[in-house]
């Protein structure tokens, strides 16, 4: 199989509406995502970037599907890391569901090559970047070694 994939399921004691915003809205990302923030329209077709504090593009993309507050399907491409880059394109898809008092996140990340080094630094990071959104969302407060892009990055 030529394929790489990475999926990642946890449930949020909050609601698909504030779950929805805390993904795509800089006021929440920069508390959870190292400081980042998203630049799109937000509409299929719409460029999509992933902002780093210092002003450089992390990653980029194109909007896929957007359908609030179920399902958000963007290209994916780092554009800080060459060998990360040279890779092209992946696919990152949240699927958001209510399940009784919380949401069920299911984000999966994904490219058509075997063995993808992109693929397996995401299945390092969303881990944690997603405990430190569970974590906001439920308390207040995300996890602090989240909060700031890493230094030498």
């Not at 199989?1 to 449930?11: I, L, P, R």
């Not at 069920?104 to 994904?110: F, G, I």
């Not at 299945?123 to 989240?146: F, I, N, Y």
Request: proline residues 6%; contains cysteine.
């Amino acid at each position: 199989m030529n394929q790489s994939k990475f999926v990642y399921v946890t449930y949020i004691r909050t609601t698909p509406e504030k779950l929805w915003a805390a993904l795509i809205e800089p006021e929440f990302t920069r508390q959870y995502w190292a400081g980042t923030h998203q630049e799109s329209d937000w509409k299929v077709g719409a460029d999509w970037k992933l902002m780093i504090p210092d002003g450089r593009i992390g990653d980029s993309g194109k909007v896929l599907e957007f359908d609030p507050p179920r399902r958000l399907v963007v290209t994916w491409r780092n554009e800080f890391m060459p060998e990360l880059k040279a890779e092209g394109h992946s696919t990152c898809t949240y699927e958001l569901e209510p399940a009784g008092s919380a949401v069920k996140l299911t984000v999966t990340h994904e490219m058509s090559m075997a063995h993808s080094k992109m693929i397996n630094a995401v299945s390092q990071g969303w881990p944690h970047l997603l405990a430190s959104l569970k974590s906001l969302l439920e308390t207040g407060e995300s996890l602090v070694e989240s909060r700031t892009w890493p230094e030498g990055h």
